[in-house]
């Protein structure tokens, strides 16, 4: 069997690039191929981003029903009328099973003390204007559970995004460690 080699665009081993390209057609196949590398590799980080935060938005909704059970079998204890106590012993609730989330997935506790701070304080803020009688449009003491909540997601968020390399490129510390293979260092995160 005879193979024709005199025809445009093939060659001994198959198809060849047509001599007008000049290898335009491989570049282009191979900007194709790390596009949709990119493409996936940003999906991918969107994707811890986001499956970061709702892990932590369930951990600390765990906290706010063992909270809500304790107040309904042990009752409200002593100060729980003042706000900051209030809103102070909801976040630590929350913060509690959040951090032990964090940990569990292999943040270091200074991630996790960063995260519940950018929880804390943000939510803090709208409560101490209600405390203080400020007078704000849309705030009041009957506003404060939602507003303080939505302070408190858009604090975490935008820690998340300040350190967007630690929330979006998957687990770290010891544990990522042991599920790579990978040896133990001495060091602990």
Do not use: C
């Amino acid at each position: 069997m005879e193979r024709n080699t005199d025809t445009p665009g093939a060659g001994m081993d198959g198809p060849t690039v047509p001599p007008a390209t000049g290898g335009a057609a491989e570049l282009a196949g191979m900007a194709s191929v790390e596009t949709g590398g990119r493409l996936r590799d940003r999906f991918l980080s969107g994707w811890r981003f986001t499956r970061h935060l709702l892990e932590m938005v369930v951990a600390m909704m765990v906290g706010m029903g063992v909270l809500g059970a304790a107040l309904a079998i042990l009752g409200e204890p002593p100060g729980y009328a003042n706000l900051f106590v209030r809103y102070g012993l909801m976040g630590a609730f929350m913060a509690a099973p959040m951090v032990g989330w964090m940990r569990f997935r292999g943040h270091s506790w200074r991630d996790s003390g960063e995260m519940s701070a950018a929880m804390i304080f943000p939510m803090l803020a709208p409560v101490a204007l209600v405390q203080m009688d400020v007078a704000v449009t849309g705030l009041s003491e009957g506003s404060l559970m939602m507003l303080s909540h939505v302070a408190m997601i858009a604090g975490m968020v935008a820690l998340m995004l300040y350190r967007f390399e630690r929330y979006a490129h998957g687990p770290h510390g010891r544990r990522a460690r042991q599920e790579a293979g990978r040896p133990q260092t001495g060091k602990r995160r």
